[in-house]
């Protein structure tokens, strides 16, 4: 039997709604700024790391998704693009003692702009791998959760 919140066609059951993804994702939103803006938040940055990735979790087991890794790791991959989005619109803010420097063999060879540029475009890469990353990690735990729930409801 289909549950009512879940669509009816098959291979789209893993989709959580464009809405959703991006709910979920925002849910990152307030770490990202208070890290950039360097608001310390002592022991409530725990619940600001772990909270989002908990909560798409909870949210896909809840749902019975089909495939809970994938539309975790998608919901990671909104996640590490808002990441990226906030560090670049809070960027000044974050260094505003001095923009970050190339060092090694690239140090002095690059004009500030480049440099600032080569930084930027390593930073939004970053962001979205540890994005992906986190979703997959959170996705494997989700899906370890559902295949339990699955298996004690068709008990």
Do not use: C, K
């Not at 998704?65 to 000044?92: E, F, K």
């Not at 080569?118 to 990690?137: D, E, F, H, M, N």
């Amino acid at each position: 039997m289909t549950a009512p919140d879940r669509p009816d066609r098959p291979g789209e059951r893993w989709q959580l709604g464009v809405g959703a993804t991006l709910a979920l994702g925002l849910l990152a939103v307030p770490r990202v700024v208070l890290h950039d803006l360097g608001v310390d938040v002592g022991p409530l940055n725990l619940l600001l790391v772990l909270g989002p990735p908990v909560a798409w979790v909870w949210y896909v087991v809840r749902r019975r998704v089909d495939r809970p890794l994938l539309a975790v790791t998608i919901v990671g991959v909104v996640y590490g693009v808002v990441l990226a989005a906030a560090h670049m619109v809070l960027w000044d803010e974050a260094f505003e003692d001095g923009p970050p420097r190339l060092g090694g063999e690239l140090a002095g060879e690059l004009s500030a702009g480049t440099e600032e540029v080569v930084l930027r475009v390593a930073s939004s890469l970053s962001s979205i791998a540890v994005g992906a990353v986190v979703g997959a990690v959170a996705g494997l735990v989700a899906e370890v959760l559902a295949r339990r729930v699955r298996s004690a409801a068709s008990r």
